[in-house]
């Protein structure tokens, strides 16, 4: 299953509203999770199961959709928030990644 | 909390081997299924290999079926990726995830990685 994500670079201010978009080549359910990266550092769940928010994420990042079209929003954007986003999906083998959405200051 | 500690990556030479290990601490890690992702140099994400918390069903990816396995040993709270016959393409940092039942399975522990780089 190929994930494609878009934009591939969103340049957005502090306090401002971040939409990033996923879509699968084919269903995934709802299996699907969202990752943040920070340079030099491990990826971190955000998301999982296209809505649920990981222990200890602030409410401000959501996740929304099923099947093939997915989207993380964060309501209004934090320092901390400017990084890569990474949709990936467990509906089926091999697990895949999407390219990355890198949310960068503007 | 668990914790993931990978060792074992450094610079080997193409076609030769390396085995990573990633440490779990801070908890058992039998009932998480572990799975390894890398990240080449300036790229994305990409999931290597995936094994069940018994250790009795393994994946792989096709770029590397038949050149990796993947093992765990529960009593030492271990995780091995052995690599063999290895590429300049798998240069990469290469993480550890668990994946438990309280974010059903999703990954949500990581490792800091370790370096893989394959080179002459």
């Known amino acids: 299953i190929v994930l494609t994500q878009s934009p591939g670079t969103l340049s957005l201010s502090p306090g401002e509203r971040a939409t990033l978009s996923c879509r699968a080549s084919?269903?995934?359910?709802?299996?699907l999770a969202w990752y943040q990266q920070k340079p030099g550092q491990a990826p971190r769940l955000l998301i999982y199961?296209?809505?649920n928010r990981a222990t200890g994420i602030p409410a401000r990042f959501s996740g929304s959709g099923s099947g093939t079209d997915f989207t993380l929003t964060i309501s209004s954007l934090e320092p901390e928030d400017f990084a890569v986003y990474y949709c990936?999906?467990?509906?089926?083998?091999?697990?895949?990644f999407g390219q990355g959405t890198k949310v960068e200051v503007k | 909390e668990v914790q993931l500690l990978e060792s074992g990556g450094g610079l080997v030479q193409p076609g030769g081997s390396l085995r990573l290990s990633c440490a779990g601490s801070g908890y058992t890690l039998i009932n998480y299924a572990m799975t390894w992702v890398r990240q080449a140099p300036g790229k994305g994400l990409e999931w290597v290999s995936s094994?069940?918390?018994?250790?009795?069903?393994?994946y792989y990816a096709d770029s590397v079926e038949g050149r990796f396995t993947v093992s765990r040993d529960n009593s030492d709270n271990t995780v091995y990726l052995q690599m063999n016959t290895l590429r300049a393409e798998d240069t990469a940092v290469y993480y550890c995830?668990?994946?438990?039942?309280?974010?059903?399975?999703?990954?949500?522990?990581w490792g800091q990685g370790t370096l893989v780089t394959v080179s002459s």
């Open positions: 995830a668990a994946g438990g039942l309280q974010h059903n399975y999703a990954w949500d522990y």
């Open positions: 199961d296209a809505s």
């Open positions: 094994i069940t918390a018994s250790g009795s069903t393994k």
């Open positions: 084919q269903s995934v359910s709802s299996l």
């Open positions: 990936q999906q467990r509906g089926s083998w091999p697990r895949t």
